[in-house]
């Protein structure tokens, strides 16, 4: 059955009015006093709402408040090194985020005078913006009626209106938004939104939901029948493939520790990191003295002094720390270069490699 045929059917006996007026005036009373509300300027929300892709609120506040103080406008922001803005997001993850982010604004600023567009053909266009991100600018900065639908909302409504779509399918997240369409407050969609997060994040968790608490609890289904914590339906993500490695401290006649900075595309690209080496890729009945061809070097491994796991969202590294001297050679490598140790901790590095260098500081 197609989309526009199921809402009418999955909303036909629910009170749409008593559910947005519920769901509305709780959230003006309850809501977290969170920095990006104290008003509704579209960058701070933009901002805000990247930031908080796949991250914890608690998590996003300091990082958040940094980077208003960095880029306090969209011209701040436009104009400044990429290098800077990675490093205002260093540890927050999804580094890909801020370069969109840098990206997009660059070209509000060229193209809209620096004011965010409230025209969804034109936000649509800008690097980064999806579904979700337009929807949350429009409906919150520009109370516009816009689906904003994100794994709290589809966690929320499958409870509320018992959906038992797997929402890991892009057609499902098709399906809510179709919803929210449906029954969003036409008077107050910034709330209407706000409320649908906020309940997520709050009341309507993933585990062991707050269901005597919830405001709007006369409408849900799932808990009327029992089986609340039953909902949403996901199908599992598929098994992180283990990728084990050597990461390289090695250290030159005067101290100085050799980093590089990663492809501009890619996996954490343009952030900075300690040599990498896949485990595959070494003969370990030669490892003591070591010909580092791609960079020049002829290098002498010394002791390890750490092990480093990291998990993204499809692989996993378990990385071998081991310091390294120089033995011959010179530096043969142009993303590569030697820095000092009080000044290593100036460049922009993923968590993984902020574990390495605190050996080092």
């Known amino acids: 059955m197609k989309v526009e045929e199921r809402v009418p059917q999955i909303v036909e006996h629910f009170n749409q009015e008593q559910f947005k007026d519920q769901l509305i005036n709780w959230f003006k009373r309850e809501q977290r006093t969170l920095p990006w509300r104290e008003n509704q300027d579209p960058y701070r929300v933009w901002v805000s709402e990247i930031m908080l892709q796949q991250t914890r609120v608690d998590t996003v506040i300091p990082y958040f408040n940094h980077f208003m103080t960095l880029f306090p406008t969209p011209y701040d922001l436009a104009v400044a090194d990429e290098q800077t803005v990675l490093k205002s997001w260093e540890g927050l993850g999804y580094y890909s985020r801020a370069r969109n982010l840098q990206n997009a604004v660059r070209e509000v600023v060229q193209s809209y005078e620096g004011i965010v567009p409230d025209e969804k053909q034109e936000l649509k266009k800008l690097k980064g913006v999806g579904p979700y991100t337009l929807g949350a600018i429009l409906s919150i900065a520009y109370d516009q009626p816009e689906p904003a639908v994100d794994g709290n909302v589809m966690r929320v409504l499958s409870r509320i209106l018992h959906i038992e779509d797997d929402i890991a399918k892009a057609g499902t997240r098709k399906l809510f938004e179709a919803l929210i369409n449906e029954i969003i407050s036409a008077e107050n969609p910034s709330a209407f939104n706000q409320g649908l997060m906020e309940l997520g994040a709050l009341i309507c968790t993933p585990k062991s939901p707050s269901?005597?608490?919830?405001?709007?609890?006369?409408?849900?289904?799932?808990?009327?029948?029992?089986?609340?914590?039953?909902?949403?339906?996901?199908?599992?993500?598929?098994?992180q493939k283990k990728v084990p490695y050597l990461a390289l401290v090695i250290e030159n006649q005067d101290g100085d520790i050799l980093i590089e900075k990663r492809s501009n595309e890619g996996l954490l690209a343009s952030m900075w990191q300690y040599p990498m080496v896949p485990l595959a890729d070494v003969d370990k009945k030669d490892m003591k003295h070591w010909f580092f061809g791609e960079y020049g070097l002829k290098i002498e491994l010394g002791s390890s002094i750490d092990h480093v796991k990291h998990v993204f969202s499809h692989l996993i590294w378990e990385m071998e720390v081991v310091r390294a001297t120089i033995v011959e050679g010179e530096l043969d490598r142009q993303n590569a270069r030697f820095v000092s140790k009080d000044k290593i901790d100036t460049f922009p590095y993923p968590v993984s490699h902020q574990k390495i260098h605190r050996h080092l500081l």
């Open 211 to 239: 269901c005597l608490l919830c405001p709007v609890q006369d409408h849900c289904h799932a808990f009327a029948k029992g089986i609340e914590e039953e909902l949403p339906i996901k199908s599992s993500k598929k098994k």
